[in-house]
Every structure is written in C-alpha cells, then in structure tokens.
C-alpha cells in the first residue's frame, strides 16, 4: 500500500471531521467512525492508461505536480528544498504568494465540489459569526446544519464543540474565500487553487488474497492406486487389511531377465536393468500415434509386501501385522492417503515410498507428482532488505551489494532494486516449503541412496534456493530464487517474472515448486491424455527470463523517477497516454541492461503494511459476509447501499438458488457406503452393490440456503419491483418442491 498519498477522510461519532493518513491512525479511532466521508486518493500508474489505451484522466492536485509547477517558475532551487518534505500552512501561501504557484495541495480543498451559493453562505457566516482566537476559527452551527455539509462536501476538517464547528489553521480556508485575519471580506488577495479531486474513480473487491498448499479433494501423499480398498479416505492402512488387491496399474517387462514389475519401479527390482517395456504398449517409435491403449484389466498386486519391502529400503520401521512393537506402532498410526486409480493412459504409478515419505513431513502431492503451493502474484521492483527479514550480509552474498543511488548496502532500510528472477515469498508458504525441503531430503537420502541437499532447519535456510513459478494453464515453468519473506498472503516478484509464467495477464493467482520437486517427482507419465491434461505442469524449464519475449503488459510498467510537468497539464485535457512521453520498460528492452534501473515515483514505509487476511477470508458464512458488505456500503457516502444489495442478490443469490434448483431436479443419487453413483434410485431402494442406503448428491438446504437472507435484504434495502417480484416467484417455486414437513408420524388408531 501506497501510505505517501491521502488517506481517507471520516466523520466520528462525536461529529469530527479528521483524516487517516497511516494505519494507525484508523486504529485510534476504531469503532468511532460514522460514516467514511471521502475514500482518499489512489495512485494509477501512467502504465495502466497505456496498456488500456484509455486516455489520460486528470490527475488529483499533488505535491509532485507542484514541486514541476515551482521548476517551472524558474525556481528549481525552490523546488528541491521542498522534494522531500510538505511545507506547513504557512509556508504553503507565502509560496503561492511569492512565486504564483498554486496552493499546496496539502491545504487545497475540494472547492469543485460545493456550488457558488455554498460558497457565499459560509462566507457569510464566517464574517457574520466567526470567531478566531489562537489560530482556531469557530462558527456556530446553523440548525439545519448546511455549514457542516458544506465543510464536509470540502473536506475542512473539524472538530464539534458545544454547538461551534472549530476549525485549526485556518489560513487556506479564509484565503480561497477571500477572507481577512481581522474575518472581513477582502477579495484583492484571493488564493488560486488546482482541482483536488477533479477523476473519482469506483473500485470493488476483486479476488481475496491468497497463499495455500494446492490441495487436491482429496488430498493425496501419493499416486499409488489403491482402489476401493482404502474405503472413503483412500487410506493406505486401511487398503492393507487386503494382503492382495487388484487394482489397474501399468506393468513393465525387463528386456534382461524377463522380471514383470509394476510401473512405480524405473529400474527392474529383480536385476537392476533400466532396460524394459510396458506391457500392453506397442512400442514402436515410428508410430507412436497409434499406440494400443494398455491393457485396462486389473492386475493382483501384494501390496502387504511391497509395503514392507519399501519400509525396509527407506529403513522405517516394519513388522509383522500381528505384534506390533512401539516403533512400529508409531509408524502404523501415521495414514498415508493414496489415489483411487490413475488417470494417466498408461497407469503408471508413483514408488509407494515417496508417498510415504510424504505422509510423515505432512506434505500432500499434486496430480504431476509434485508439491505445489499457490498465491496471488505482486509486482514488486524495489526493497529494503529489513522489509523481507533479509540481513545485509546475505542480501549482499545474494548479489545486492548496493542500493539504488549506487551506495555500497551498508544499512537493511537502504532500498535496493530487486533482481528480475528474485522471488518473496510468505511466511506462510515458507513454512510449508521448509516441510518439502525436509521431505525431498529424506527421499534422496532413503529412496535414493544420495546425500541430503537443502539441510534446512528454519525458514531462513531456504534463503537462496531455487524455485519453479508456474501458472496455470501453462506448462513453463520458469527459474526464481527465493530471498525472503513476507507476512502478506502473496508472493512479490517482478512484473517480468510474473508476466513470464503466463501467455497473457489472464489471473493473478500461480503456484511456485521447489526446483528439486520438479526434477525428481514430476513425470509425464501420471498425467491424463486428455485435452488440457498436460497444463499446469512443469514440462519445460526457462532458467533465464528474455524481456523482449515476456507479455507486453509488462513492457508498460513506467520507470520514471518523475512525471514531468507536461504531462500533468496532458491529464487535463484528456490527452491520449500515446501522446505524451513517460519511460517505461519497453524504452530499455533489447539493452544489455534490460531489466535493472527502473525507477519509481512514490515511497511505501512497508510493501506488506496491508491487511493480512480480507474479512471476506476471515468472516465465516455468506451472510456474514454479506451483511459485513452491506454495513461498508452503508458507512461509505460514496455508495449506494441498496445497489449493492440489488446487485448480490441479482448477480449471485438469484443465480445460485435457480442453479440449484435445477441441479436438484436433475440430480444423481449416491450410496452413502459406497459411493456408487445412480442415476435414478433403484426399484429397492438400496444399493445394488452393497445394500446401503441411497442419498442425493444435491440437497435441499443447500438449494434455499440463501433464499431467507435475500428475501430479508430485499424487504430491507428496498430493492427495485423486478427483482423483488423474481425472488417472489422463486420462493414459490421453492415452497412447491419442498412443502414445509408438518406431517408426524400418525398412529394406527388415526385411521380407524
Ligand atoms: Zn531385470
Ligand atoms: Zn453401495
């Protein structure tokens, strides 16, 4: 977040008018806050206009704008005085007087935004009935309360006090109306002032934030079929109470002794020969097109003793069935979740022990075999080290050796540019990451008889570690380095590597891999040949990102330090982003240089000071969240509450509950046991596999849960007839299919 602009603007309770400019500020006043008068400011690239094509809007009067309107009086002197710092009320009109600039925009108001009447009112009044004592200006309070509006429709902050509006410094207000010290009209000396908020702009809620393992429904530690036998859970333990299953699973002949072994061995378990074929497979290179299916029929498979004999080669613990000693105990408790059968052609399965390896550092798989962690994508191009819990001494070992001026990294708050492939992740996915690494340790070290490669103990050791970026939809994956954290749910890159993992800007959300993940677990060979089968998996690897070759949107990115003043004055007049000349990435591609000295033009105290966690995260049902929306709306004078609730209920609750309604109607039914899928419920009743009872797939709470609460939101924001009228005959609709259950159950006698 952007904290070097206007915050939003509130009124509390007690009838103040003040400004939020930090985060801390929100929080002194929280709970106080009646209504959310104006939203502040937002900061829009030039990029954006570019890349949209949509021509420049004027921009709100700011202080960089001013300091180009100061260099442009010829007082560049002047104006780098005040580069860093905002001039106080004073000095602002001593400035505009002396150099015929504009005011600060610190001390504009929203004059636009109040009409002549208006004006002329509160002057009146001011002359009429103010008082100024100590550099306070108090005017009574009319009744019908219009010189609060007015201040308000301004954005005059101000305090309420025993019926007088106080307001402090009062300078800027009396000099844009043209009011003297002594409170006497006087308009030689009028202050000019620039459109403070001259392009208002609607935003919404987009996606909420994210940062979470990729977890399959449901999630499995390995691509091991086991069928039926492991029941609901597909549990591994449950599977072996069957010393023999028979399952669909890709076998393989040695060429060398003729061994058949199932397809989670790349070498024979007899001899050792990589050299052999999978069975039901022509294997004729010439065509490959036309390979036969492999054979669908199911194979026996002892999976007690493939069990076993993987525990002895990863050296855990392993016993007979019957007595078991403690160790053995231990590792019989921990349930290992295998798949119920394999999509991929040729069913070839996953070593049942990276499985088990997997269930014991509480780490589940995707369907390529690797361990994915997905979230939201942040462009980021600069840093101080101490925002990512980097010390100097490694950001330097890491290649940062000194900071954006060109000084030497001496301090962690000096702000460095980060480095095209450099990635930042969440602590959140640190933590799940540093589990992968300690499982890929022991799968080299146990399965594969090699020595341990990550040795980390705490996230800081992963500082440096390669990773794979992966979007989905796409199957490149492309080289990142991890160099720090951040609390925020997201992962910080560059715009290049986030722009490289995707064909074009399609979503914000991809998935990073450690890159020895990649390199052991992943095979072509689990995935399903159907189309888009083979997307969202890492087939090829892109160790160095080329910037020509990377989505243009990322080419637009402005790099300036500064916007000059002809573009300021090009805003106002609406001119075409193409029209004016702003460095943005695209003037450097094709330099050696390419990707580095971008520059930027406002400061940020901390990238992650954001919220953590979105209500929409935290808050647990729907009407929660609606209702935590609809309470928003109704603070922010902005907003029209009872559009927004039009507008849930037509593009989602109405959508929902006929969307349900309908797959109620042309439901499947399930065993619950089971789980066999019926289209129509058996003459019997019951499953015709097992004998279970039989249930919808689609149930009615699920269909009218949202109906009482958009009926409620309706009635209570007055939402237009037509929607009104579409919820009525929806709930009609509802009542029809499912009469409200009055009967009990009756006696013999009741019919007799
Ligand atoms: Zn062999
Ligand atoms: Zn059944």
Redesign the pocket.
Known sequence: PVDSIEGPTVKLKNGALVRLNSAEAVRKVSGEVAEIVDLGEMLIDYGDFLETGHQLMPGAYSHEWWLKELEARGEAEEAKKWRLKTPSQTEAMELAARFAVPLHPAYTYLWEDITEEDKEYLTGCICEKGILEEKTLSIPADDDGRIKAILEGLLVLHQVKKGFLAIDEPGALLGCLGISEDLRRDGSERLKTRNKAPTRIGVRMGRPEKSKERKMQPAPHSIFPIGEYGGKNRSLKVALKEKVIEVEIGMRRCNDCGNEFISSFCICNKCGASNFQSLGMMQDARSRMQVKPASRDKKSIDLWEYYQETLKKLGEPYGARSHDASPVRAHNKLDVKCVKGLISKQKVAEHLGKGILRAKHGVVVFKDGTIRYDFTNLPLTHFKPGEIGLSVEKAKELGYSHDIKGEELESDTQMVELKQQDVIISVDAASYLLKVSQFLDSLLAKLYGLPSYYEASSKEDLIGQLVLGLAPHTSAGILGRIIGFTKASACYAHPFFHAAKRRNADGDEDSILLLLDALLNFSLFFLPEKRGGKMDAPLVLIPFINPKEVDKEAHNVSIANEYPLEFYEATCSGKNPKEVTIETASSRIGEPKDAYGFGYTHETTDIAAGPLNSLYKTLGTMVEKLDAQLSLARMIRAVDECEVAETVIKNHFLRDIKGNLRAFGSQTMR?S????KYRRIPLSGK?K????KIVPTVHVASVIKYLDVSLRIANEYHVSDYTRQRLELLEKDVNLLFPAVVEKQKALSDFM
Do not use: E, L, V, Y
């Open positions: 065993c046991k089971c789980n066999a499953c596999k097992c004998g279970s």
